[in-house]
């Protein structure tokens, strides 16, 4: 397919933590669609430059920068350093997220706070700071990656589950503020996907996981990356403020 013809071309997305998983998947993924992409990771370089260059091989311009995207000053730093060398930034999609989970008896300060700034801190950083862009072009997609924890708050995850459930209620907001300037938030809540983030489920706590899903299997991050592409494309252009629940029917008896 010509470039001219893809659905993304001329667009510049901020994928953060994509250096792999779901991140990874999706910079890939809006690649394909046409987007020059800016790829942001933490601490694995060796990573972050594996996603670039199969991001070039596509024929696209591509970015790595590294940033702790909790932190203000890191992600005021990447966006000047994205803006200056591609240009407006007017796709986010705010992925990068961790675990610590816990009891809540057995849960310290750290382990919520650490969990809450680098999962909703680091969402709301990097949404003020890509609206500014897609405000004046008066056209964004953001798309914010929760979780069906977020929606099912299981025992043992109430940090992660705060903070994916958080997420939900921020990109709502979102959508209300900025419907007017033709921005779009929408959320994708994965289900179980294999990723670097579940590889620490005992193998017990996986066939439950399986057991509750009405597919019997795990997803993919490509799937994933299919559904979001989609929220940053022309065609879902009507659609804001709405939560994509992409786990094989394990909410749908919400």
Known sequence: MEAASL???????????????IGRATALRLAQAGADLVINYRSNRANAEETLTSIETLGRRCI????????????????ATATQALGPIT???????TTRDKLILQMSLQDFEYVM????????????????????????RIVNVSSIAGLLAPAGQSNYA?????IIAFTMSTAREMASRNITANVV???????ELTS???????????????LGRAGTT???????????SPDAGYITGQVLSIDGGSSMHL
Do not use: H
């Open 91 to 97: 796709i986010l999609i705010n992925n990068a997220g």
């Open 200 to 214: 620490t489920l005992t193998e017990a706590q996986r066939k439950f996981v399986l057991d509750a899903t009405e």
């Open 162 to 166: 705060a903070s994916k459930a958080a």
């Open 7 to 21: 659905p993304l071309t001329g667009k510049v997305a901020l994928v953060t933590g994509s250096g792999q998983g």
């Open 64 to 79: 790595a920068i590294q940033a702790d995207v909790s932190q203000e000053e890191d992600v005021t730093r990447m966006f």
């Open 117 to 140: 700034n680098s999962n909703l801190r680091s969402t709301f950083l990097c949404t003020k700071a890509a609206l500014r862009s897609m405000m004046k072009a008066r056209w964004g």
């Open 222 to 232: 490509e799937e994933i990356a299919a559904a979001i592409s989609f929220l940053c």
């Open 189 to 195: 809540a994965p289900g179980y996907i294999p990723t």
